[in-house]
């Protein structure tokens, strides 16, 4: 059975930093590419980032709201993607999700498994 | 940036009745090397993750029912589902990826009349 499960979140101050974790089983981590949503309280949903897998480069792609302060990176022995949020906004307020992409085509993607997702609360 | 535009925003529905939800781009996503146009749909039920519908236009996802169908070219793009039953209630997105950044919708919240 795939499996994401995010962990991580909490509440954090302006300007610090956090770091989210997506541990994934029941597939072969290395073969897939991921990504990352969030959600803020009673809003809709927002891409965040995505990095390819290794057999692709590895490369990361990010929404202008978070590029240069969040960074996504992927540890496949630990079959673990993490989304380093740095220089916290309190608009970074959000429910993270981890999503799981399949390649199809060249350089294309979707998002077939999610997680439950982690709560992040940047306030004073 | 491709921005993504649903009709409606809330969608009041009876079960065993039809439904459809819009959605509109402000670019082209067809892609002219491949001939795919990269528009996604995805729901979010109440209180859960969002789960994948209809991907690359009009490609069901593993599992998703049959009466849900995605459609559409160029910029216009649409949602139908055949018979509303009660378990599709919640919020559903439309999501470019035709190019980066990914975009999506508002959201189309669908609820039971």
């Known amino acids: 059975e795939v499996q994401l499960v995010e962990s991580g979140g909490g509440l954090v101050k302006p300007g610090r930093s956090l770091r989210l974790s997506c541990i994934n089983s029941?597939?072969?981590?290395?073969?897939?590419?991921m990504t990352w949503f969030r959600q803020a309280p009673g809003k809709g949903l927002e891409w965040v980032g995505f990095i390819r897998s290794r057999l692709y480069g590895g490369a990361a792609e990010y929404a202008p709201s978070v590029k240069g302060r969040f960074t996504i990176s992927r540890d496949d022995s630990k079959n673990t993607a993490y989304l380093q949020m740095n220089s916290l906004k309190t608009e970074d307020t959000a429910v993270y999700y981890c999503?799981?992409?399949?390649?199809?085509?060249?350089?294309?993607?979707?998002?077939?498994?999610w997680g439950q997702g982690a709560l992040v609360t940047v306030s004073s | 940036d491709v921005v993504m535009t649903q009709t409606p925003l809330s969608l009041p529905v009876t079960p065993g009745e039809p439904a459809s939800i819009s959605c509109r781009s402000s670019q082209s996503l067809l892609e002219s090397d491949d001939g795919n146009t990269y528009l996604d749909w995805y729901l979010q039920r109440p209180g859960q993750s969002p789960q994948l519908l209809i991907h690359t236009l009009s490609y069901r996802a593993s599992g998703v029912p049959d009466r849900f169908s995605g459609s559409g070219s160029g910029t216009d793009f649409t949602l139908k589902i055949s018979r509303v039953e009660a378990e599709d209630v919640g919020i559903y997105y439309c999501m470019q990826r035709k190019e980066f950044p990914w975009t999506l919708g508002q959201g189309t919240k669908v609820e039971i009349k």
């Open positions: 029941g597939f072969i981590f290395r073969d897939y590419a």
């Open positions: 999503a799981r992409a399949p390649k199809h085509g060249y350089d294309r993607y979707y998002f077939d498994y």
